[in-house]
């Protein structure tokens, strides 16, 4: 069964068109189960191809039509991505993690409290409920936050201690790596620092896990030595979109927190954890032109700040559900040069300790940055 990606089109461009279009799977419940609702990009399936793993959307309204199909895995778990008659290259499944079969003492599952993403990231949203999604006037257009905690999937809040729990039993039964702790904004100024500082600090004492912490930027930069200090390793804020008038349209909410607040703490987070060990993540396709995606960038990289750009996904049930996502094309005009910008600096994905960068499932840009450096 064994083929390569074909010349034509290469493994970032394959991935971006993967991520753009979506793909059809013939055996759905192949490898480990698919993200659905949740804090960010979902409606996801991983896949590992060419040795890296990508997040492809399966479950969204574009996917369904997607010129792309995945065949049902063979006996070793690999398959196949075909269009049409062509077969452009092998992939494999991630397992399902063997830590999702174990539950907490009073009987939550683990799955409700952490999921694996990608193939050795071990992902949590640590408070399932923001202030943002308490109104459509105020929501991120494209948020899926409530949809898992409605359907069940998980709980509102997380302990610190059944964090450490299940961080624990990931890297000793998965061989997780490294882990990504986001959070919906509460009440309050330091707008999560604080619980992702105390769950840190909970999990530093568990295991030796690299940590990433994602919040809005806290009013007072004291918070990220005192984020360091518990325990995080790499910090993401993200602006979503890089202009004021798409940030207001697609995030009135979060648009409150003024893009000169993100800079300004994007420079003091950099003094604390140190260049390349702070990043943003950019949806590409809500509206803001390559240009200013790339005009952005230049500026986040002068500061030491790694911007993770990736293809919008609709994700079903959010207002954004019927908004189309970029073009292969699109995020090839971004990536290409981002790339290029990145390696320049010496801003690598592969340098980062922990987070989403380092995953690099969500985004062709590490394959890009890969091809550069080869």
Request: proline fraction near 8%.
């Amino acid at each position: 069964m064994m083929t390569q990606p074909s010349p034509s089109l290469p493994t970032e461009q394959l991935i971006n068109e993967l991520q753009t279009f979506g793909a059809r799977l013939v055996d759905p419940g192949a490898g480990a189960e698919s993200r659905r609702g949740g804090a960010g990009p979902s409606d996801h399936k991983a896949l590992t191809l060419d040795g890296m793993t990508v997040m492809v959307p399966v479950h969204t309204a574009p996917a369904h039509a997607s010129p792309y199909l995945v065949e049902a895995p063979d006996s070793t778990g690999r398959s196949r991505v075909r269009r049409g008659d062509a077969v452009l290259g092998d992939v494999q499944f991630p397992r399902r993690p063997r830590f999702y079969d174990l539950a907490t003492a009073d009987g939550i599952p683990y799955s409700k409290l952490a999921v694996l993403h990608g193939r050795d990231v071990l992902a949590t949203t640590v408070l399932q409920s923001c202030v943002r999604y308490v109104s459509r006037t105020k929501t991120c257009q494209f948020c899926a936050i409530g949809q898992s905690l409605a359907a069940g999937r998980t709980t509102e809040r997380k302990t610190p201690a059944q964090l450490a729990e299940v961080a624990k039993a990931a890297v000793e039964l998965d061989g997780v790596r490294h882990m990504v702790m986001t959070t919906g904004t509460p009440p309050g100024k330091d707008r999560g620092a604080a619980i992702l500082a105390e769950s840190a600090a909970a999990i530093k004492a568990a295991v030796d896990l690299p940590i990433q912490g994602q919040c809005e930027p806290p009013d007072e930069d004291a918070w990220f030595a005192r984020m360091r200090d518990a325990g995080i390793d790499t910090l993401g804020m993200h602006l979503e979109a890089v202009t004021p008038e798409v940030r207001a349209r697609i995030m009135p909410g979060k648009a409150q927190v003024p893009l000169s607040r993100y800079m300004a703490a994007f420079e003091a987070a950099v003094g604390a954890f140190g260049r390349g060990q702070v990043s943003t993540y950019i949806l590409a396709g809500l509206g803001d032109t390559a240009d200013a995606i790339l005009a952005m960038s230049r500026d986040l990289v002068a500061l030491g700040v790694y911007p993770f750009v990736v293809p919008f996904v609709p994700i079903s049930g959010t207002p954004l559900e019927h908004h189309p996502a970029p073009s292969p094309e699109f995020m090839h005009s971004v990536l290409e040069p981002l790339a290029e910008m990145l390696v320049a600096a010496g801003l690598r994905a592969d340098q980062a300790k922990a987070g989403c960068s380092k995953c690099g499932a969500c985004s062709a840009l590490s394959a890009y940055e890969r091809r550069l450096v080869a």
